[in-house]
T-cell receptor, first 116, second 115 residues
Framework: AQKVTQAQTEISVVEKEDVTLDCVYETRDTTYYLFWYKQPPSGELVFLIRRNSFDEQNEISGRYSWNFQKSTSSFNFTITASQVVDSAVYFCALSETANTGNQFYFGTGTSLTVIP | EPEVTQTPSHQVTQMGQEVILRCVPISNHLYFYWYRQILGQKVEFLVSFYNNEISEKSEIFDDQFSVERPDGSNFTLKIRSTKLEDSAMYFC?????????????FGNGTRLTVT
């Protein structure tokens, strides 16, 4: 079973539109951590945010915001006023405390294309 | 800002050959990892390494794979006899702590092409 599901495979938006990337996770742990990473066309993985399971407060960082809801096991990511430079693949990831090796479970990614 | 560096950025090898992918983790990090991403697919865990030994490995990490920290700075992934299906982007990562909330800092990846 998938521990992290990103149902949106590809999304295209026109520049300046808002876009939300969905992430649904599955875990039996009471303590866990959620992450978002960005993978631009150049291929590297860039860390965006970490959230622990005890902190459901939404977070905003510039044009980025994250909505964590334990009740629906979701950790969605919204980009406001999208720009062409936001075009990338975005991965949601889960880390469980039961992991001794700090293994991350990645979703399959959502490819975002921002059209100028 | 310190970063994880990987060399080479692209490696082409023939099936059956041995390859060594090299990584220099962030200097004060203690936990090291290799992940793999087959083109267009998700990022998959291969192995984690701490205190000079493997702490966890996935089913993908079979006997043809090995990792080593030969000195105080490098962390290598060796594939003994490459197969076509080993073609992928290989990411090295490091983290400061072992607790789950330590974000992984990834290198830019090595694209391995097996022909």
């Amino acid at each position: 079973a998938q521990k992290v599901t990103q149902a949106q495979t590809e999304i295209s938006v026109v520049e300046k539109e808002d876009v939300t990337l969905d992430c649904v996770y599955e875990t039996r742990d009471t303590t866990y951590y959620l992450f978002w990473y960005k993978q631009p066309p150049s291929g590297e993985l860039v860390f965006l945010i970490r959230r622990n399971s005890f902190d459901e407060q939404n977070e905003i960082s510039g044009r980025y915001s994250w909505n964590f809801q334990k009740s629906t096991s979701s950790f969605n990511f919204t980009i406001t006023a999208s720009q062409v430079v936001d075009s990338a693949v975005y991965f949601c990831a889960l880390s469980e405390t039961a992991n001794t090796g700090n293994q991350f479970y990645f979703g399959t990614g959502t490819s975002l294309t921002v059209i100028p | 800002e310190p970063e994880v560096t990987q060399t080479p950025s692209h490696q082409v090898t023939q099936m059956g050959q041995e390859v060594i992918l090299r990584c220099v983790p962030i200097s004060n990090h203690l936990y090291f990892y290799w992940y793999r991403q087959i083109l267009g697919q998700k990022v998959e865990f291969l192995v984690s390494f701490y205190n000079n030994e493997i702490s966890e490995k996935s089913e993908i990490f079979d006997d043809q794979f090995s990792v080593e920290r030969p000195d105080g700075s490098n962390f290598t992934l060796k594939i003994r006899s490459t197969k076509l299906e080993d073609s992928a982007m290989y990411f090295c990562a490091s983290s400061a702590g072992q607790t789950s909330d330590s974000p992984l800092h990834f290198g830019n990846g090595t694209r391995l092409t097996v022909t």
